[in-house]
């Protein structure tokens, strides 16, 4: 059953709210154009220096806008 609902994941639809969803999205688009036999540039390497403090303009906070940004621009190659 857990396989079942891991084929439902619609990576354009799915939030970004944490690392496990980056790495979904990312898993999952991945496959989608590898099956289409397309090519996109590299997602967004994840940051490496987050202090961890929550400061305003969070390293993790532009990682998630420029995955946001890379899923658009897959999600339009794709369709």
Do not use: H
């Not at 619609?10 to 590898?34: G, H, K, M, N, Y």
């Not at 996109?40 to 940004?69: D, F, I, K, S």
């Amino acid at each position: 059953m857990l396989s079942a609902m891991k084929e439902l994941v619609d990576p354009f639809c799915l939030p970004i709210r944490s690392v496990d969803d980056a790495q979904t999205i990312v898993r999952e688009i991945e496959a989608l154009l590898s099956r289409q036999n397309l090519s996109l540039r590299p997602p967004p390497p994840m940051p490496n220096t987050c202090c961890g403090r929550g400061c305003n303009g969070c390293v993790w906070q532009g990682y998630y806008e420029a995955l946001a940004y890379w899923r658009e621009q897959a999600e339009r190659l794709l369709r």
